[in-house]
């Protein structure tokens, strides 16, 4: 079959490789035409933009990007008609996915929206929406069932595909071992995020934070979409490393982590590593979400848990003196072992790993029988 997939980010490139790697084992002559990054296009996908070109955060970025926004959005229905594949995966990017959904509906593509847009966060409506145009959903975040039960809209719930990602690398051969960690120096893990607008603003932040930690070893997992240059030009100066396509390792050697808000919140969790969240957006950005966006917290980890297990720096208290505090508390024994007991809650939460595989096999076995 054919099948015209899109994600918009890099932890829906993640997910989406390993849905790829299991409806391959269902469908031998899968062909697949993607928006994406590059897992996915090592999983056979024929990639026509990749994610980086697509990454817009915040509202005033977004107005400010409208016009290669909707060229885009122009481009897309153009190539998926060209293409005419059997169905349409949407993962996540709801802003851009919904739109080309309500598009496939009118010509009568089945779509199939794998990581179900936050509706829960901020305009519920886009329920209304979803029902109408999303042939079937899946959820990743075992509240979301719930949620979308109060609007009767079917939603299934098979586990979240992190645990996947995770159980996958840990039990991989490891053909060499890496030696970030000096003994006796803590190492500290830095994921400023993948976006070049948040990572701008961030990276001067955690250059500072290292500053006041001499014993300590920091080492950034690097997008590698950005670009060795452009990490480079910001670390002349500074002690700190960057390692690239190496997430999961660093995660392996790291003692705590300074994390930007997203499903690196998540993974950080899922290796037990202490961590701090940080966020910040343009000014009038976060001023439009604060209006609009109806949750507690900004992690996924304290989402899922529905409580504060994780500090989150957010906005005006994301300053360097509040990151040096908050890093210093989970590098003592007593806040990491009280963290870590929250982490063992949260995984119990979220349900044991096969979720790529589970997701596979409802889509595949749905679209067979239509």
């Known amino acids: 079959m054919k099948y015209y997939i899109i994600s918009g980010e890099a932890s829906g ?96 593509i089945p779509v199939y929206y794998y990581v179900s847009p936050q509706v829960w966060a901020w305009k519920k409506n886009r329920v209304y929406d979803i029902k109408k145009y999303v042939t079937k959903l899946y959820a990743i975040l075992p509240f979301e069932k719930k949620f979308y ?17 995770v ?15 000096q003994e006796g120096r803590p190492l500290i893990a830095l994921l400023p995020g993948s976006r070049e607008q948040e990572l701008n603003k961030m990276l001067l932040k955690m250059i500072e934070v290292e500053k006041q930690f001499p014993n300590c070893d920091f080492v950034i997992a690097g997008v590698y979409a950005l670009g060795k240059d452009f990490y480079h030009s910001f670390l002349k100066h500074s002690n700190i490393r960057v390692v690239f396509n190496k997430t999961y ?49 900004i992690s996924l980890v304290n989402l899922i848990s529905d409580k504060e297990v994780v500090k989150e720096l957010i906005q005006d208290d994301l300053t360097v003196a509040n990151m040096v505090a908050e890093l210093k508390k989970i590098l003592s024994p007593a806040h990491k072992t009280h963290m870590l007991h929250q982490y063992t809650e949260l995984r119990t939460l979220l349900g044991g790993e ?17």
Not at 20 to 45: I, P, S, Y
Not at 167 to 181: M, P, Q, S, T
Request: glycine share 4%; aromatic share 12%; charged share 20%.
């Open 354 to 370: 096969g979720a790529s595989q589970r997701v596979a096999k409802s889509i595949y076995n749905h679209i067979s029988n239509s």
């Open 249 to 297: 390792e660093l995660f392996d050697e790291a003692d705590a982590a300074l994390v930007s808000s997203g499903t690196a919140t998540l993974e950080t969790a899922l290796f037990n590593v202490p961590q701090v969240v940080c966020y910040q957006t343009s000014w009038f950005s976060f001023k439009i979400a604060q209006l609009m966006v109806a949750i507690k917290y």
């Open 149 to 165: 039960k109060q609007f009767d809209c079917e939603v299934e719930y098979l586990g979240h595909p992190l645990l996947d990602a």
């Open 167 to 181: 159980f996958n690398y840990k039990n991989e051969l490891k053909v060499e071992a890496n030696h970030w960690k």
């Open 13 to 108: 490139d993640l997910h989406t490789s390993n849905l790829m790697r299991h409806l391959k084992q269902l469908d031998v002559k899968m062909n697949v035409r993607a928006w994406g990054g590059d897992l996915m296009e090592a999983q056979g996908a024929t990639l026509v933009k990749h994610y980086k070109e697509l990454a817009f955060m915040g509202f005033l970025e977004v107005v400010m990007n409208l016009r290669i926004i909707l060229n885009n959005l122009a481009f897309c229905k153009k190539d998926v008609l060209e293409f005419q594949p059997d169905l349409l995966i949407l993962v996540d990017y709801p802003g851009f996915n919904m739109r080309v959904a309500k598009f496939a509906k009118q010509h009568n």
